[in-house]
């Protein structure tokens, strides 16, 4: 094969979710099309990485100064919610469950990947507590061992014990059949049963 | 969210066997990345979109003026394999059964999509065939309507008596299962039943 249709083969199959075998099609099928989408897309992927960047305040990925959650006059203040990436937020929005205000970390703390507290964007919470009058923070985590170990880290950092601390909680989803439930999972029910 | 990164993820979630939830994923892991890997992707796709093209004899995507498929002249004349793109012309080198030289067409003819023979790479079949003397053309287009409308149409568009025309032998796959297959490919696999 043409070794810069290698290289950039491999390039994508290092995207999350994407294989070797998806991504040769990816490839090969932008290469292929003849209405240009192969360029159309590397330029706004360029476009994007050359302005593109995190809210200076929440962490949520922006081409302004400030993102428009932060902007956004009609949502709540008073409630912050921490969740990982853009996406956890996206998710969240979707469902309409939340009107606080958010703050991305950009990752979770991990020995096994290297990255430490200064990798993240942990340092501006405490920044924002005051500021911005917060009196709960909720934790909106990977429910993962480093979505458990950041949120500590976190909680241990601040050390103000006048601001609540809450996380989502952990159980049987919606529609959840016991049979395919992991044991870890029905722990965490079973300790945090409701009282009906 | 941002209206750029809204139009990268649509972009993203146009390329084959990528969702909306995977581009999203793809998206911000990459304009999240410190490390410049969206711009190094953006740029590599860059250059290949307007370096790569197809091979002027055989139609495999390539950098320069004749594919290393064409130019490799330890591989044996007479035999022409028609396939559909390039990924199948990967495939077959993969498995090694095939020595002889290969014609891409870069799609199949059809109907739903207003693919016709004009934008195929199929008028340059003709030409090949007293050039480098071929004896054989193997079909080893898709099992499908398309695929066996388009190998219709260059047998009838070639008209030439003294060429051997084939294609891949269709019927149940090493390891498949009679369970799992298809009604179609059963009514094969009995009609071209091999005596013992």
């Known amino acids: 094969?043409?070794?810069?249709?290698?290289?950039?083969?491999?390039?994508?199959?290092?995207?999350?979710r994407v294989?070797?075998?998806?991504?040769?099609?990816?490839?090969?099928?932008?290469?292929?099309?003849?209405?240009?989408?192969?360029?159309?897309?590397?330029n706004a992927l360029l476009d994007?990485?050359?302005?593109?960047?995190?809210c200076s305040?929440?962490?949520?990925?922006?081409d302004g100064e400030i993102c428009e959650y932060c902007m956004d006059s009609v949502r709540q203040n008073g409630q912050l919610?921490?969740?990982?990436?853009?996406?956890d937020v996206l998710v969240l929005e979707k469902s309409g469950v939340f009107h606080g205000r958010y703050h991305v970390l950009g990752g979770n703390l991990s020995g096994v990947d290297g990255i430490t507290p200064?990798?993240?964007?942990?340092?501006?919470?405490?920044?924002?507590?005051?500021k911005e009058n917060i009196r709960e923070i909720i934790f909106a985590l990977p429910n993962t061992v480093e979505g458990k170990t950041t949120?500590?880290?976190?909680?241990?950092?601040?050390?103000?014990?006048?601001?609540?601390?809450?996380e989502?909680?952990?159980?049987?989803?919606?529609?959840?059949?016991l049979d395919y439930i992991d044991d870890g999972t029905l722990t965490l029910a079973f300790g945090g049963r409701k009282k009906l």
Not at 48 to 54: D, S, V, Y
């Open 1 to 16: 094969m043409n070794i810069k249709i290698e290289k950039l083969i491999k390039q994508f199959a290092k995207l999350p």
């Open 19 to 42: 294989g070797t075998r998806a991504a040769s099609r990816i490839v090969i099928g932008l290469l292929q099309d003849k209405t240009g989408r192969a360029e159309a897309l590397a």
């Open 48 to 54: 994007a990485a050359q302005t593109i960047h995190p």
């Open 57 to 62: 305040t929440c962490g949520v990925l922006t």
């Open 81 to 87: 919610c921490i969740v990982r990436d853009l996406s």
């Open 118 to 130: 200064d990798d993240l964007n942990i340092a501006n919470i405490a920044k924002r507590l005051d």
């Open 151 to 166: 949120q500590q880290y976190i909680i241990s950092s601040i050390g103000n014990s006048s601001i609540e601390f809450s």
């Open 168 to 177: 989502l909680a952990s159980g049987v989803p919606l529609g959840g059949d």
